[in-house]
């Protein structure tokens, strides 16, 4: 049905005459004569019976008003629910236990009006395909990773460095250490389980291996995060990386230790990816409040892997504060 028509409609029947509806929807009477007759050519009823003081509903136009003014409401809903500003800013976290979920509920806390909808995607491929098609409006993820390219009109900004803490039980080798640097991770057991082969995280660990010597595995199944805490805490010859931000909790019997890596601090390169045409409000505001907390990034010599690039956003978009320089061994990266 032709929403100008219907529009022209309740406007003459509010008005009372064409003349008036003419002038009010900024069109010529003629327009608003042919517009009536094409909407009554395609109900098959007449809706108008013209008089000496203009024009009349007739039965069946009163029957129609009521539904023609829906009609209108439906469509400016309908409208409101895609504009910019308008509809919740969609989001894709890895999981509610890590650092972008973290990064996400500050911005919430400073900006408690703005509606968020949180989805937690499989990993970048999925998360890169859900931007080019419209269905999320932004990601953290570590990318581009290899094997991950960013598509065209894709963009990504470093706006998180999470350290790493070793988690260990009481019974473990370090468990003692107040910190403990990469070198002293070597020749001890890591167990990661559930790394998923092509993934962002895979090459983000099998890099980490390769650049400190490291004995990090991910076999047997995967049974989640409690199933993994229970074995550490009874496990004297084996432990496991989680980031600084993840958040955890355990009986008190399992007395787990969380000992930051540090000298050089590795570091995983969380970035914001977001469609360079994505006019949402809610996401420049999520920039800017990301862009405010840079200078957050740990101090001293930190390593992330060659690939993860400081992604420095498009010409005259506002570039975060707080990026420096890496520094530490061989693959290192350097931040521009």
Not at 265 to 277: E, G, I, N, Q
Not at 325 to 332: L, M, S, V, W
Request: net charge negative.
């Amino acid at each position: 049905m032709d929403l100008d028509a219907v529009r022209t409609l309740v406007t003459t029947a509010d008005a009372g005459s064409f003349h008036l509806a003419a002038a009010e929807l900024s069109i010529t009477q003629q327009a608003v004569s042919k517009r009536i007759a094409a909407l009554e050519k395609d109900l098959g009823v007449r809706l108008f019976t013209r008089t000496p003081r203009g024009a009349r509903l007739t039965l069946d136009g009163q029957a129609f008003l009521p539904h023609a003014r829906a009609l209108l409401v439906a469509a400016e809903r309908a409208v409101a629910s895609v504009r910019p500003g308008r509809r919740a800013l969609r989001v894709d976290v890895i999981g509610s236990r890590l650092a972008p979920s973290a990064l996400l509920r500050d911005f919430h806390r400073a900006h408690p009006g703005t509606e968020l909808d949180v989805v937690h995607l499989f990993d970048a491929a999925e998360a890169l395909a859900a931007l080019q098609a419209g269905t999320i409006d932004a990601s953290f993820r570590a990318a581009p990773a290899p094997g991950h390219p960013l598509p065209d009109g894709i963009l990504a900004e470093r706006v998180f460095d999470e350290t790493h803490d070793l988690l260990t039980g009481p019974a473990h080798a370090l468990a003692g250490a107040a910190a403990l640097t990469p070198d002293r991770l070597v020749g001890h057991r890591i167990w990661i389980p559930g790394i998923v082969p092509g993934t962002e995280w895979a090459a983000y660990y099998e890099d980490l291996a390769a650049a400190f010597g490291l004995t990090i595995e991910s076999t047997g199944p995967d049974f989640g995060i409690d199933a993994l805490l229970d074995v550490i805490a009874d496990a004297p010859a084996v432990a496991t990386l989680v980031g600084a931000q993840t958040r955890l909790v355990w009986p008190t019997g399992h007395d787990l230790r969380r000992i930051p890596v540090v000298d050089p601090t590795p570091v995983y390169p969380h970035a914001l990816l977001r469609h360079r045409d994505n006019p949402h409000p809610a996401l420049a505001a999520l920039r800017s409040h990301l862009a405010a907390t840079a200078d957050e990034r740990p101090g001293g010599a930190t390593w992330a892997p060659a690939w993860a690039r400081a992604w420095a956003p498009e010409q005259g978009d506002p570039v975060p504060d707080g990026r420096g320089r890496d520094e530490g061994p061989p693959g290192t990266m350097t931040c521009t």
